[in-house]
């Protein structure tokens, strides 16, 4: 049996339920309540790393009874193993997490916090040291013209320059391009991000696309309009549009990266941990610098807990170049202490001193 402190004592999940100040609405549906999970690691020097899995229904179809069970195996399979050689333990979590890339995501998040610990390094250097601050932008969920135009108005309030927008599901394209202009009447020199979550037909893109360019209203970025294996409807998208088109949902794993690549089916890649984990996360940032396609980092309904870890993910490997962490700004708890600082749109890990810096509140 493994010998010294790394070894893995135990890990444990338990439900993490998180209310939300109002309904986070995408093209699949909407959250009222993050249903999340918390992951606690202990080593055998009693060293303790949390982690947060984020499943999300609306999203890929995950949900929180999923990731406990999943999770539940994990920890069965890791017990006794040493924690050091951090890829080939996540490697040896994928079977037993079945799939579940949020539980693969909190199982390895809650690892290399308590090795960070342990060894007294910051998560944002031990990804690479690159930086420690990102511009993030924030989102206006699905809803009216009138909320979209609220939203965007308090975003202007905070600071923050980006502003992204959800679009798709059952309302229309006429729908979306109304809440569009509402955004752009309060906020003209923001630059939008218009995420679509596999939502939006061909059709109705094209519509969106001609309504836009009759507004002069030119969109930063394209995020997943259409279905995630529609890559010849996004080659097209761009090519039609002249914008440039992020990958999403299409873009869980470094082949799939490749794929997009080839096809050339996009200029970014939304990477978020939750997809597949943080092993697999590296491999998709190789994949992109290899194929010469943009960095973006995203998430799911996450709490602070999870969002400080793609920050320091991001900001520690560098080169990203859109930073989609706004979730803890749309959650009426925080259950958490620690984590990023924010000053308008301006994030910072630079404080974090070990791991990545959040803890649970203590009753």
Same mark, same amino acid.
């Given at each position: 049996?493994?010998?010294?402190?790394?070894?893995?004592?135990?890990?444990?999940?338990?439900?993490?339920?998180?209310?939300?100040?109002?309904?986070?609405?995408?093209?699949?549906?909407?959250?009222?309540?993050?249903?999340?999970?918390?992951?606690?690691?202990?080593?055998?020097?009693?060293?303790?790393?949390?982690?947060?899995?984020?499943?999300?229904?609306?999203?890929?179809?995950?949900?929180?009874?999923?990731?406990?069970?999943?999770?539940?195996?994990?920890? =069965?399979?890791?017990?006794?193993?040493?924690?050091?050689?951090?890829?080939?333990?996540?490697?040896?979590?994928?079977?037993?997490?079945?799939?579940?890339?949020? +539980?693969?995501?909190?199982?390895?998040?809650?690892?290399?916090?308590?090795?960070?610990?342990? =060894?007294?390094?910051?998560?944002?250097?031990?990804?690479?040291?690159?930086?420690?601050?990102?511009?993030? =932008?924030?989102?206006?969920?699905?809803?009216?013209?009138?909320?979209?135009?609220?939203?965007?108005?308090?975003?202007?309030?905070?600071?923050?320059?980006?502003?992204?927008?959800?679009?798709?599901?059952?309302?229309?394209?006429?729908?979306?391009?109304?809440?569009?202009?509402?955004?752009?009447?309060?906020?003209?020199?923001?630059?939008?991000?218009?995420?679509?979550? @596999?939502?939006?037909?061909?059709?109705?893109?094209?519509?969106?696309? @001609?309504?836009?360019?009759?507004?002069?209203?030119?969109?930063?970025?394209?995020?997943?309009?259409?279905?995630?294996?529609?890559? +010849?409807?996004?080659?097209?998208?761009?090519?039609?549009?002249?914008?440039?088109?992020?990958?999403?949902?299409?873009?869980?794993? @470094?082949? =799939?990266?490749?794929?997009?690549?080839?096809?050339?089916?996009?200029?970014?890649?939304?990477?978020?941990?939750?997809?597949?984990?943080?092993?697999?996360?590296?491999?998709?940032?190789?994949?992109?610098?290899?194929?010469?396609?943009?960095?973006?980092?995203?998430?799911?309904?996450?709490?602070?807990?999870?969002?400080?870890?793609?920050?320091?993910?991001?900001?520690?490997?560098?080169? !990203?170049?859109? @930073?989609?962490?706004?979730?803890?700004? !749309?959650?009426?708890?925080?259950?958490?202490?620690?984590?990023?600082?924010?000053?308008?749109?301006?994030?910072?890990?630079?404080?974090?001193?070990?791991?990545?810096?959040?803890?649970?509140?203590?009753?």
């Amino acid at each position: 049996m493994p010998t010294g402190s790394t070894i893995i004592r135990s890990l444990d999940a338990a439900r993490l339920d998180i209310p939300l100040h109002v309904p986070f609405g995408i093209s699949g549906g909407a959250q009222a309540v993050a249903h999340n999970v918390l992951v606690t690691l202990v080593l055998e020097d009693g060293t303790i790393g949390y982690g947060e899995a984020a499943p999300l229904p609306a999203y890929n179809g995950e949900t929180q009874a999923r990731v406990l069970t999943a999770l539940k195996k994990i920890g =069965d399979a890791v017990a006794g193993c040493h924690g050091s050689d951090w890829r080939k333990l996540a490697a040896h979590a994928r079977a037993p997490a079945g799939g579940s890339g949020s +539980a693969q995501a909190g199982f390895e998040m809650a690892l290399l916090d308590a090795l960070t610990k342990r =060894d007294g390094v910051p998560l944002w250097r031990f990804f690479g040291g690159a930086g420690t601050e990102l511009e993030i =932008d924030m989102t206006v969920t699905t809803g009216s013209a009138p909320e979209a135009m609220a939203a965007a108005r308090d975003i202007v309030r905070r600071g923050i320059r980006m502003i992204k927008v959800k679009i798709g599901g059952p309302a229309g394209a006429a729908h979306d391009l109304a809440r569009l202009v509402a955004i752009h009447e309060v906020a003209p020199e923001a630059p939008l991000i218009v995420d679509g979550n @596999a939502g939006v037909s061909r059709a109705e893109a094209r519509e969106l696309i @001609a309504g836009l360019k009759r507004l002069g209203i030119a969109p930063a970025l394209l995020e997943q309009w259409l279905p995630k294996d529609d890559l +010849a409807g996004m080659r097209a998208l761009h090519e039609e549009s002249g914008w440039a088109v992020a990958a999403d949902e299409a873009a869980c794993t @470094a082949a =799939d990266v490749r794929r997009i690549a080839h096809e050339r089916a996009a200029q970014v890649i939304n990477i978020k941990l939750m997809k597949a984990g943080l092993a697999e996360a590296f491999d998709i940032v190789a994949a992109a610098r290899e194929t010469g396609l943009g960095l973006m980092i995203g998430g799911n309904v996450e709490s602070m807990l999870a969002m400080t870890t793609s920050a320091c993910f991001a900001a520690g490997i560098g080169g !990203f170049s859109y @930073a989609d962490l706004d979730t803890p700004l !749309f959650l009426a708890e925080n259950p958490f202490l620690g984590g990023f600082t924010l000053a308008g749109g301006r994030l910072s890990v630079a404080h974090i001193g070990r791991g990545h810096g959040v803890e649970p509140r203590v009753a």
